[in-house]
Nanobody
Framework: QVQLVESGGGLVQAGGSLRLSCAASGSIFTINGWGWYRQAPGKQRELVAALTTNSRTNYADSVKGRFTISRDNAKIAVYLQMNSLKPEDTAVYYC???????????????WGQGTQVTVSS
């Protein structure tokens, strides 16, 4: 069983910063990629940032230059550093990991429970 646990969300004023963390635990053979999605009220879930095993990154246009995704392989964790936050960044942020639990298992996505980020104007 695999668990992803996010932390670091909260309330911040516009222009401030937050750092989200996501730690994975359980039976993990290999992680092909990590990422963060977010979902604001009344909107579809959208990709915020993604990171592959060869360290390629992908960001939503709305966060480029402000957010940075990184990982710590030893801790089996991924992070999202969010700077210059805007009220439109307010959403529930979800971590995912694209991984295999065993050498024979199929790759699939696992998700965290989400962490709320609220940016006040």
């Amino acid at each position: 069983q695999v668990q992803l646990v996010e932390s670091g969300g909260g309330l911040v004023q516009a222009g401030g910063s937050l750092r989200l963390s996501c730690a994975a635990s359980g039976s993990i053979f290999t992680i092909n990629g990590w990422g963060w999605y977010r979902q604001a009220p009344g909107k579809q879930r959208e990709l915020v940032a993604a990171l592959t095993t060869n360290s390629r990154t992908n960001y939503a246009d709305s966060v480029k230059g402000r957010f940075t995704i990184s990982r710590d392989n030893a801790k089996i964790a991924v992070y999202l550093q969010m700077n210059s936050l805007k009220p439109e960044d307010t959403a529930v942020y979800y971590c995912y990991a694209d991984l295999r639990t065993t050498v024979a298992a199929r790759t699939r996505d696992y998700w965290g429970q989400g962490t709320q980020v609220t940016v006040s104007s």
